[in-house]
Nanobody
């Protein structure tokens, strides 16, 4: 079974920065795409950024130029550097891994972490 564990959330003032980390564990051989999503109260979960195994990246228009996603394949870890944060970006941030191959031979289509709260005060 694949487990995803996020860390790095917290309270920050508007204009501040946070760095989120997410480690995937569970006898993993390969993780294809990884990403970060967020869900604000009363809103749908939305994609913030994603990164392929070869480090091609995609960003939501609202975060381009401020957020940077990266990954360390050897550590099965994905990061999200968030700069110039805005109050409207207060949300629970979830990491995601897609097409995960484990040493057991099992393939996991979509894996999610429990989420980490990011609160941006004005």
């Amino acid at each position: 079974q694949v487990q995803m564990a996020e860390s790095g959330g917290g309270l920050v003032q508007a204009g501040g920065s946070l760095r989120l980390s997410c480690v995937a564990s569970g006898s993993i051989l390969i993780i294809n795409d990884m990403g970060w999503y967020r869900q604000a109260p009363g809103k749908q979960r939305e994609l913030v950024a994603s990164i392929t195994r070869s480090s091609s990246t995609t960003y939501a228009d609202s975060v381009k130029g401020r957020f940077t996603i990266s990954r360390d394949n050897a550590k099965n870890t994905v990061y999200l550097q968030m700069n110039s944060l805005k109050p409207e970006e207060t949300a629970v941030y979830y990491c995601n891994a897609q097409k995960v191959y484990a040493s057991s031979g099992l393939r996991y289509k979509n894996c999610w972490g429990q989420g980490t709260q990011v609160t941006v005060s004005s």
